[in-house]
Protein backbone atom coordinates (compact mmCIF):
# COMPACT_ATOMS: atom_id res chain seq x y z
CA UNK A 1 0.00 0.00 0.00
CA UNK A 2 1.51 3.62 -1.02
CA UNK A 3 2.12 6.00 1.72
CA UNK A 4 -1.04 8.09 0.23
CA UNK A 5 -3.28 5.38 0.20
CA UNK A 6 -2.29 4.95 3.69
CA UNK A 7 -2.57 7.60 5.04
CA UNK A 8 -6.08 8.04 3.40
CA UNK A 9 -7.15 4.67 5.29
CA UNK A 10 -5.92 6.63 8.33
CA UNK A 11 -8.90 9.21 7.81
CA UNK A 12 -11.48 6.76 6.60
CA UNK A 13 -10.95 5.52 9.85
CA UNK A 14 -10.87 8.24 12.00
CA UNK A 15 -13.87 10.05 10.25
CA UNK A 16 -11.30 13.10 9.26
CA UNK A 17 -12.36 14.86 6.05
CA UNK A 18 -9.48 14.35 4.75
CA UNK A 19 -10.96 15.89 1.01
CA UNK A 20 -13.48 18.09 0.03
CA UNK A 21 -14.78 19.08 -3.22
CA UNK A 22 -16.01 22.36 -3.38
CA UNK A 23 -18.23 24.08 -6.20
CA UNK A 24 -17.87 27.90 -6.17
CA UNK A 25 -19.78 28.63 -9.29
CA UNK A 26 -22.88 26.87 -11.50
CA UNK A 27 -22.16 29.64 -14.04
CA UNK A 28 -20.59 28.57 -17.23
CA UNK A 29 -18.91 30.04 -20.33
CA UNK A 30 -19.39 26.64 -21.85
CA UNK A 31 -22.80 25.08 -22.32
CA UNK A 32 -21.99 21.48 -22.97
CA UNK A 33 -24.96 19.55 -23.78
CA UNK A 34 -24.07 16.51 -21.29
CA UNK A 35 -23.84 19.09 -18.45
CA UNK A 36 -26.43 18.50 -15.38
CA UNK A 37 -26.17 22.19 -13.56
CA UNK A 38 -28.76 24.99 -13.68
CA UNK A 39 -25.84 27.81 -14.75
CA UNK A 40 -28.18 30.58 -12.88
CA UNK A 41 -27.28 32.56 -9.91
CA UNK A 42 -29.18 31.03 -6.84
CA UNK A 43 -27.30 33.52 -4.36
CA UNK A 44 -23.58 31.88 -4.41
CA UNK A 45 -21.06 31.92 -1.25
CA UNK A 46 -19.59 35.29 -1.00
CA UNK A 47 -16.20 35.72 -0.57
CA UNK A 48 -15.97 36.08 3.10
CA UNK A 49 -18.43 33.16 3.28
CA UNK A 50 -16.05 30.78 1.30
CA UNK A 51 -13.31 32.30 3.55
CA UNK A 52 -14.89 31.23 6.63
CA UNK A 53 -15.81 27.99 5.03
CA UNK A 54 -11.31 27.07 3.99
CA UNK A 55 -10.88 28.48 7.83
CA UNK A 56 -13.32 25.90 9.28
CA UNK A 57 -11.81 23.22 6.62
CA UNK A 58 -8.47 23.55 7.27
CA UNK A 59 -9.38 23.25 11.09
CA UNK A 60 -11.50 20.12 10.65
CA UNK A 61 -8.27 18.50 9.03
CA UNK A 62 -9.25 18.80 4.75
CA UNK A 63 -6.30 18.42 3.04
CA UNK A 64 -7.06 17.93 -0.60
CA UNK A 65 -9.31 20.36 -2.08
CA UNK A 66 -10.97 20.81 -5.50
CA UNK A 67 -12.32 24.13 -6.45
CA UNK A 68 -14.97 23.48 -9.36
CA UNK A 69 -17.90 24.72 -11.08
CA UNK A 70 -19.53 25.98 -13.30
CA UNK A 71 -16.06 27.98 -14.46
CA UNK A 72 -14.31 28.80 -11.31
CA UNK A 73 -12.80 31.56 -13.06
CA UNK A 74 -16.29 33.69 -14.03
CA UNK A 75 -15.65 34.19 -10.46
CA UNK A 76 -14.06 37.26 -9.64
CA UNK A 77 -12.42 36.71 -6.62
CA UNK A 78 -11.06 33.29 -7.89
CA UNK A 79 -7.34 34.06 -7.43
CA UNK A 80 -8.35 35.74 -3.79
CA UNK A 81 -10.13 32.36 -2.84
CA UNK A 82 -7.24 30.50 -4.92
CA UNK A 83 -4.50 32.91 -2.54
CA UNK A 84 -6.55 32.07 0.79
CA UNK A 85 -6.75 28.59 0.30
CA UNK A 86 -3.05 28.45 -0.43
CA UNK A 87 -1.86 30.57 2.74
CA UNK A 88 -4.43 27.96 4.45
CA UNK A 89 -2.02 24.88 3.06
CA UNK A 90 -4.21 23.23 1.19
CA UNK A 91 -3.42 20.56 -1.64
CA UNK A 92 -5.37 22.52 -4.28
CA UNK A 93 -6.59 20.90 -7.60
CA UNK A 94 -8.40 23.29 -9.67
CA UNK A 95 -11.08 21.37 -12.32
CA UNK A 96 -11.95 23.88 -15.35
CA UNK A 97 -12.45 24.50 -18.92
CA UNK A 98 -9.70 26.72 -19.27
CA UNK A 99 -10.78 29.11 -22.13
CA UNK A 100 -10.30 32.20 -19.32
CA UNK A 101 -6.71 31.37 -18.81
CA UNK A 102 -4.13 33.19 -20.81
CA UNK A 103 -0.36 33.43 -19.97
CA UNK A 104 -0.41 35.76 -17.07
CA UNK A 105 -3.07 33.34 -15.32
CA UNK A 106 -0.79 30.34 -15.54
CA UNK A 107 2.17 31.73 -13.80
CA UNK A 108 -0.29 32.81 -11.07
CA UNK A 109 -1.60 29.77 -10.70
CA UNK A 110 1.83 28.40 -10.72
CA UNK A 111 3.17 30.80 -8.12
CA UNK A 112 0.46 29.81 -5.88
CA UNK A 113 1.46 25.83 -5.87
CA UNK A 114 -1.64 24.44 -7.27
CA UNK A 115 -1.26 20.82 -7.79
CA UNK A 116 -2.82 19.86 -10.52
CA UNK A 117 -5.26 21.53 -12.97
CA UNK A 118 -8.10 19.29 -14.16
CA UNK A 119 -9.66 20.47 -17.65
CA UNK A 120 -12.12 18.76 -20.03
CA UNK A 121 -11.36 18.37 -23.53
CA UNK A 122 -14.09 16.13 -25.81
CA UNK A 123 -12.18 15.31 -29.37
CA UNK A 124 -9.08 15.86 -30.48
CA UNK A 125 -11.30 17.80 -33.38
CA UNK A 126 -12.02 20.89 -33.48
CA UNK A 127 -15.48 20.80 -34.34
CA UNK A 128 -16.43 18.33 -32.21
CA UNK A 129 -15.32 19.46 -29.36
CA UNK A 130 -17.04 22.72 -29.70
CA UNK A 131 -20.17 21.32 -30.64
CA UNK A 132 -20.10 19.86 -27.15
CA UNK A 133 -19.44 22.91 -25.27
CA UNK A 134 -21.46 25.53 -28.10
CA UNK A 135 -18.79 27.92 -27.58
CA UNK A 136 -17.44 28.66 -30.95
CA UNK A 137 -13.31 28.44 -30.89
CA UNK A 138 -12.83 26.88 -27.45
CA UNK A 139 -11.05 23.96 -28.31
CA UNK A 140 -8.84 26.26 -29.43
CA UNK A 141 -8.61 28.49 -26.52
CA UNK A 142 -8.53 25.18 -24.04
CA UNK A 143 -5.63 23.65 -26.02
CA UNK A 144 -3.47 26.84 -25.92
CA UNK A 145 -4.50 27.34 -22.24
CA UNK A 146 -2.92 24.11 -21.48
CA UNK A 147 0.03 24.88 -23.67
CA UNK A 148 0.49 28.05 -21.13
CA UNK A 149 0.02 25.76 -18.32
CA UNK A 150 2.78 23.35 -19.53
CA UNK A 151 4.93 25.90 -20.26
CA UNK A 152 5.11 27.01 -16.34
CA UNK A 153 5.44 23.59 -15.17
CA UNK A 154 2.25 22.50 -13.69
CA UNK A 155 0.57 19.46 -14.05
CA UNK A 156 -2.32 19.34 -16.02
CA UNK A 157 -4.78 15.94 -16.39
CA UNK A 158 -7.40 15.94 -19.69
CA UNK A 159 -10.70 14.61 -18.43
CA UNK A 160 -12.81 12.97 -21.35
CA UNK A 161 -16.04 12.05 -20.96
CA UNK A 162 -17.37 9.98 -23.21
CA UNK A 163 -20.91 10.27 -24.59
CA UNK A 164 -22.33 9.55 -28.09
CA UNK A 165 -20.86 12.39 -29.63
CA UNK A 166 -17.53 11.73 -29.14
CA UNK A 167 -17.41 7.92 -28.67
CA UNK A 168 -14.91 7.69 -30.87
CA UNK A 169 -12.48 10.31 -30.35
CA UNK A 170 -11.20 8.83 -27.41
CA UNK A 171 -7.82 7.91 -28.55
CA UNK A 172 -7.38 10.97 -30.84
CA UNK A 173 -7.77 12.47 -27.61
CA UNK A 174 -5.42 10.16 -25.68
CA UNK A 175 -2.54 11.10 -28.32
CA UNK A 176 -3.16 14.71 -28.35
CA UNK A 177 -2.70 14.48 -24.47
CA UNK A 178 0.79 12.73 -24.83
CA UNK A 179 1.39 15.18 -27.55
CA UNK A 180 0.70 18.10 -24.87
CA UNK A 181 2.55 16.10 -22.04
CA UNK A 182 -0.25 15.82 -19.76
CA UNK A 183 -2.28 13.03 -18.20
CA UNK A 184 -5.42 11.68 -19.22
CA UNK A 185 -8.65 10.50 -17.87
CA UNK A 186 -11.76 9.10 -19.77
CA UNK A 187 -15.01 8.70 -17.95
CA UNK A 188 -18.34 7.33 -19.21
CA UNK A 189 -20.31 8.97 -16.83
CA UNK A 190 -23.28 10.61 -17.62
CA UNK A 191 -26.02 12.31 -15.14
CA UNK A 192 -29.41 13.66 -15.23
CA UNK A 193 -29.90 17.50 -15.29
CA UNK A 194 -30.26 19.28 -11.87
CA UNK A 195 -34.04 19.78 -12.48
CA UNK A 196 -34.62 16.59 -13.45
CA UNK A 197 -35.05 16.46 -17.29
CA UNK A 198 -33.13 13.12 -18.20
CA UNK A 199 -32.98 13.43 -22.10
CA UNK A 200 -29.15 14.32 -21.56
CA UNK A 201 -29.00 10.15 -20.25
CA UNK A 202 -29.78 9.90 -23.92
CA UNK A 203 -26.36 10.61 -24.86
CA UNK A 204 -25.11 8.18 -22.62
CA UNK A 205 -22.90 5.53 -25.08
CA UNK A 206 -25.05 2.66 -25.16
CA UNK A 207 -23.74 -0.49 -22.77
CA UNK A 208 -22.69 -2.89 -25.32
CA UNK A 209 -20.04 -0.46 -26.22
CA UNK A 210 -18.63 -0.79 -23.05
CA UNK A 211 -16.57 -3.79 -23.45
CA UNK A 212 -14.57 -2.01 -26.00
CA UNK A 213 -13.53 0.71 -23.51
CA UNK A 214 -12.74 -1.88 -20.46
CA UNK A 215 -10.61 -4.16 -22.94
CA UNK A 216 -8.56 -1.26 -24.29
CA UNK A 217 -4.87 -1.84 -21.77
CA UNK A 218 -4.50 1.89 -22.64
CA UNK A 219 -7.48 2.92 -20.45
CA UNK A 220 -7.84 0.31 -18.02
CA UNK A 221 -4.37 -1.39 -17.34
CA UNK A 222 -4.40 -4.67 -17.35
CA UNK A 223 -7.34 -5.85 -19.16
CA UNK A 224 -7.19 -9.42 -17.88
CA UNK A 225 -7.53 -8.43 -14.09
CA UNK A 226 -9.85 -5.83 -14.83
CA UNK A 227 -12.32 -8.12 -16.66
CA UNK A 228 -11.44 -11.39 -14.64
CA UNK A 229 -14.69 -12.94 -13.21
CA UNK A 230 -15.39 -11.65 -9.72
CA UNK A 231 -14.73 -13.17 -6.97
CA UNK A 232 -15.96 -15.24 -3.66
CA UNK A 233 -16.47 -12.20 -1.66
CA UNK A 234 -15.04 -12.79 2.05
CA UNK A 235 -16.14 -11.80 5.62
CA UNK A 236 -14.00 -9.16 5.09
CA UNK A 237 -15.58 -7.76 2.02
CA UNK A 238 -19.01 -7.38 3.10
CA UNK A 239 -17.47 -5.53 6.24
CA UNK A 240 -16.53 -3.14 4.03
CA UNK A 241 -18.04 0.51 3.09
CA UNK A 242 -18.84 1.63 -0.96
CA UNK A 243 -16.52 4.58 -0.94
CA UNK A 244 -15.23 7.44 1.36
CA UNK A 245 -18.06 9.14 0.89
CA UNK A 246 -19.22 11.01 4.18
CA UNK A 247 -16.40 9.09 5.51
CA UNK A 248 -13.34 10.97 4.75
CA UNK A 249 -14.71 13.41 1.67
CA UNK A 250 -17.68 15.60 1.09
CA UNK A 251 -18.84 18.16 -1.24
CA UNK A 252 -19.70 21.81 -0.97
CA UNK A 253 -22.20 23.55 -3.35
CA UNK A 254 -21.63 27.36 -4.20
CA UNK A 255 -24.88 27.79 -2.14
CA UNK A 256 -23.17 26.56 1.09
CA UNK A 257 -25.25 22.70 0.93
CA UNK A 258 -22.88 19.97 1.97
CA UNK A 259 -23.23 16.38 0.97
CA UNK A 260 -21.49 13.03 0.99
CA UNK A 261 -20.20 13.60 -2.86
CA UNK A 262 -20.89 15.84 -5.76
CA UNK A 263 -22.78 12.68 -7.08
CA UNK A 264 -24.81 12.31 -4.24
CA UNK A 265 -27.43 14.64 -3.41
CA UNK A 266 -28.34 13.88 0.24
CA UNK A 267 -28.56 17.08 1.75
CA UNK A 268 -26.88 17.15 5.10
CA UNK A 269 -26.56 20.74 6.51
CA UNK A 270 -25.42 24.54 4.90
CA UNK A 271 -22.30 26.44 6.43
CA UNK A 272 -24.22 29.47 6.44
CA UNK A 273 -26.24 27.98 9.40
CA UNK A 274 -23.91 25.39 10.93
CA UNK A 275 -20.82 24.82 11.31
CA UNK A 276 -18.77 22.75 8.49
CA UNK A 277 -17.70 19.97 11.36
CA UNK A 278 -20.76 20.07 13.28
CA UNK A 279 -22.44 18.98 9.90
CA UNK A 280 -19.75 16.61 9.38
CA UNK A 281 -19.95 15.20 12.70
CA UNK A 282 -23.45 15.33 13.59
CA UNK A 283 -25.53 15.32 10.69
CA UNK A 284 -27.75 12.64 11.11
CA UNK A 285 -27.97 11.61 7.29
CA UNK A 286 -24.27 11.80 7.02
CA UNK A 287 -23.57 9.47 10.18
CA UNK A 288 -26.33 7.40 8.29
CA UNK A 289 -24.11 6.98 5.00
CA UNK A 290 -21.14 6.03 6.54
CA UNK A 291 -23.26 3.37 8.66
CA UNK A 292 -23.63 1.09 5.74
CA UNK A 293 -22.02 -1.70 5.40
CA UNK A 294 -21.55 -4.13 2.53
CA UNK A 295 -23.60 -6.36 4.62
CA UNK A 296 -25.84 -4.31 4.54
CA UNK A 297 -26.86 -4.09 1.15
CA UNK A 298 -30.31 -4.54 -0.07
CA UNK A 299 -29.44 -6.57 -3.17
CA UNK A 300 -25.75 -6.04 -3.98
CA UNK A 301 -24.88 -7.99 -0.48
CA UNK A 302 -25.81 -11.41 -2.47
CA UNK A 303 -23.81 -10.10 -5.86
CA UNK A 304 -20.84 -11.80 -6.84
CA UNK A 305 -19.54 -8.88 -7.74
CA UNK A 306 -20.32 -7.15 -4.18
CA UNK A 307 -15.87 -6.97 -3.87
CA UNK A 308 -15.27 -5.79 -6.92
CA UNK A 309 -17.83 -3.88 -8.02
CA UNK A 310 -17.69 0.18 -8.34
CA UNK A 311 -21.39 0.52 -7.01
CA UNK A 312 -21.76 4.21 -6.33
CA UNK A 313 -23.84 5.17 -3.22
CA UNK A 314 -24.66 8.16 -4.86
CA UNK A 315 -26.32 6.76 -7.93
CA UNK A 316 -27.78 4.01 -5.72
CA UNK A 317 -29.69 7.12 -3.94
CA UNK A 318 -30.66 9.02 -6.81
CA UNK A 319 -32.45 5.54 -7.93
CA UNK A 320 -34.42 5.62 -4.81
CA UNK A 321 -32.34 3.84 -2.18
CA UNK A 322 -28.28 4.44 -0.75
CA UNK A 323 -28.79 0.86 0.30
CA UNK A 324 -29.87 -0.20 -3.45
CA UNK A 325 -28.27 -1.11 -6.34
CA UNK A 326 -26.74 1.19 -8.91
CA UNK A 327 -27.88 0.20 -12.26
CA UNK A 328 -25.48 2.29 -13.90
CA UNK A 329 -22.41 0.33 -11.99
CA UNK A 330 -24.78 -3.32 -12.27
CA UNK A 331 -24.12 -2.44 -16.22
CA UNK A 332 -20.25 -1.66 -15.71
CA UNK A 333 -19.97 -5.10 -14.10
CA UNK A 334 -21.34 -7.04 -16.26
CA UNK A 335 -20.00 -5.41 -19.63
CA UNK A 336 -16.38 -5.54 -17.98
CA UNK A 337 -16.75 -9.02 -17.15
CA UNK A 338 -19.89 -10.81 -18.77
CA UNK A 339 -21.17 -12.01 -15.47
CA UNK A 340 -24.50 -11.08 -14.60
CA UNK A 341 -25.47 -9.20 -11.52
CA UNK A 342 -27.85 -10.23 -8.61
CA UNK A 343 -29.49 -6.98 -9.53
CA UNK A 344 -30.37 -8.52 -12.91
CA UNK A 345 -31.13 -11.84 -12.18
CA UNK A 346 -33.76 -10.98 -9.56
CA UNK A 347 -35.47 -9.31 -12.58
CA UNK A 348 -35.21 -12.01 -14.71
CA UNK A 349 -33.18 -9.74 -17.21
CA UNK A 350 -29.89 -10.87 -19.39
CA UNK A 351 -28.38 -7.62 -20.10
CA UNK A 352 -28.80 -4.72 -17.94
CA UNK A 353 -31.68 -1.81 -17.72
CA UNK A 354 -30.45 1.37 -16.31
CA UNK A 355 -33.14 2.27 -14.64
CA UNK A 356 -33.42 6.68 -14.46
CA UNK A 357 -32.19 8.54 -11.65
CA UNK A 358 -35.02 10.24 -9.93
CA UNK A 359 -33.07 12.95 -7.76
CA UNK A 360 -30.21 15.54 -8.29
CA UNK A 361 -28.58 18.21 -6.18
CA UNK A 362 -31.00 21.55 -5.90
CA UNK A 363 -30.09 24.49 -3.82
CA UNK A 364 -31.49 23.91 0.03
CA UNK A 365 -30.63 27.23 1.30
CA UNK A 366 -31.37 30.25 -1.17
CA UNK A 367 -30.98 33.25 0.59
CA UNK A 368 -33.95 36.20 0.37
CA UNK B 1 27.31 28.33 9.36
CA UNK B 2 26.95 28.01 13.03
CA UNK B 3 25.00 25.71 14.45
CA UNK B 4 22.63 28.68 16.34
CA UNK B 5 22.54 31.10 13.71
CA UNK B 6 20.17 28.49 11.34
CA UNK B 7 16.64 29.51 10.58
CA UNK B 8 14.10 27.72 8.90
CA UNK B 9 10.82 28.40 6.76
CA UNK B 10 8.55 25.97 5.16
CA UNK B 11 8.47 26.36 1.35
CA UNK B 12 5.32 28.53 -0.39
CA UNK B 13 5.45 25.21 -2.82
CA UNK B 14 4.18 23.18 -0.19
CA UNK B 15 0.55 21.66 0.96
CA UNK B 16 0.28 20.18 4.79
CA UNK B 17 -1.86 19.20 7.47
CA UNK B 18 -1.92 17.66 10.70
CA UNK B 19 -3.55 14.39 10.75
CA UNK B 20 -3.99 12.37 14.24
CA UNK B 21 -0.74 14.44 15.19
CA UNK B 22 1.52 13.76 12.13
CA UNK B 23 1.94 16.11 9.39
CA UNK B 24 1.00 15.33 5.72
CA UNK B 25 3.22 17.11 3.82
CA UNK B 26 3.19 17.49 -0.63
CA UNK B 27 5.34 19.43 -2.67
CA UNK B 28 3.14 20.68 -5.17
CA UNK B 29 6.08 21.07 -7.27
CA UNK B 30 7.22 17.43 -7.55
CA UNK B 31 3.82 15.83 -5.85
CA UNK B 32 6.54 14.42 -3.01
CA UNK B 33 4.58 13.24 -0.12
CA UNK B 34 5.91 12.97 2.80
CA UNK B 35 4.07 12.20 7.13
CA UNK B 36 6.39 13.63 9.40
CA UNK B 37 6.22 12.18 12.80
CA UNK B 38 5.26 14.11 16.38
CA UNK B 39 9.21 15.50 16.89
CA UNK B 40 9.36 16.38 13.07
CA UNK B 41 5.92 17.67 12.86
CA UNK B 42 7.33 20.24 16.21
CA UNK B 43 10.06 21.11 14.02
CA UNK B 44 7.93 21.37 10.82
CA UNK B 45 5.16 24.23 12.78
CA UNK B 46 8.00 25.98 14.60
CA UNK B 47 9.32 26.47 11.00
CA UNK B 48 8.52 29.97 10.82
CA UNK B 49 11.85 31.94 9.45
CA UNK B 50 12.40 34.30 12.52
CA UNK B 51 12.85 31.78 15.01
CA UNK B 52 16.63 29.82 15.33
CA UNK B 53 16.89 26.25 15.18
CA UNK B 54 18.41 25.37 18.48
CA UNK B 55 15.96 27.20 19.49
CA UNK B 56 12.93 25.18 18.20
CA UNK B 57 14.62 22.17 19.38
CA UNK B 58 14.90 23.86 22.97
CA UNK B 59 11.14 24.73 23.42
CA UNK B 60 9.58 22.81 21.40
CA UNK B 61 11.67 19.46 21.37
CA UNK B 62 13.38 18.91 24.47
CA UNK B 63 11.17 20.30 26.73
CA UNK B 64 7.88 18.28 25.11
CA UNK B 65 9.87 14.70 24.37
CA UNK B 66 11.88 14.82 27.42
CA UNK B 67 15.27 14.45 24.97
CA UNK B 68 18.87 14.73 25.42
CA UNK B 69 19.69 18.55 23.91
CA UNK B 70 23.06 17.96 22.08
CA UNK B 71 21.25 14.64 19.98
CA UNK B 72 17.96 16.59 19.28
CA UNK B 73 20.20 19.34 18.15
CA UNK B 74 21.89 16.66 15.54
CA UNK B 75 18.91 14.73 14.16
CA UNK B 76 17.14 18.19 13.96
CA UNK B 77 19.63 19.71 11.79
CA UNK B 78 19.69 16.03 9.85
CA UNK B 79 16.02 16.42 9.26
CA UNK B 80 16.25 19.83 8.38
CA UNK B 81 19.01 19.00 5.60
CA UNK B 82 16.82 16.26 4.04
CA UNK B 83 13.21 18.01 4.05
CA UNK B 84 15.73 21.20 2.44
CA UNK B 85 16.85 18.54 -0.33
CA UNK B 86 13.18 18.18 -0.79
CA UNK B 87 12.33 21.22 -0.71
CA UNK B 88 10.09 21.17 1.76
CA UNK B 89 12.21 23.64 4.28
CA UNK B 90 14.32 27.04 3.25
CA UNK B 91 17.67 27.43 5.10
CA UNK B 92 19.35 30.65 5.77
CA UNK B 93 22.00 31.83 8.21
CA UNK B 94 19.63 35.31 8.52
CA UNK B 95 15.70 35.76 9.56
CA UNK B 96 13.19 33.97 6.34
CA UNK B 97 10.44 35.71 5.33
CA UNK B 98 6.99 34.58 6.14
CA UNK B 99 6.08 31.23 4.49
CA UNK B 100 2.71 32.24 2.70
CA UNK B 101 2.21 31.44 -1.04
CA UNK B 102 2.16 35.26 -3.21
Known amino acids: ?368 | MPENCIYIARSTAIAARALAGEMMVMNSADSTFFTLNEVATAIFQAADGRTPLREIVRDKICEQFDVDPEQAQKDAEQFVAELSSYGILLVSDQPLPAETPR
Open chain 1, 1 to 368: MSLMSEVGQKAFNLGVPIAVHMDVTYRCNERCVHCYLDHDDHGELTTDEIKGALDQMAEAGVFFLTFSGGEVFLRRDFFELLEYARRLMFNVKIKTNAVMIHEEEARRIRELGVDTIQISVYSHRPEVHDAITKLPHSFERTVKAIRFLREQGLRVTIANVLMTANSSDHLGVQELAAELGVHYTLDPTITPMMDGDTSVLALRIPGEELPEVFQNPALVGNQEEFCAPPKAPSDEDLEGYSCSAGHSFCYISPYGDVFPCVQFPLPTGNIRQQKFLDIWNFSPQMNEVRSIQAKDLTVCSSCSHVSSCTRCPGLAYMEGSMRGPSSADCEKSFYRTGVPTANMLRQGLSKPRTTVPLIQIRPIAVPA
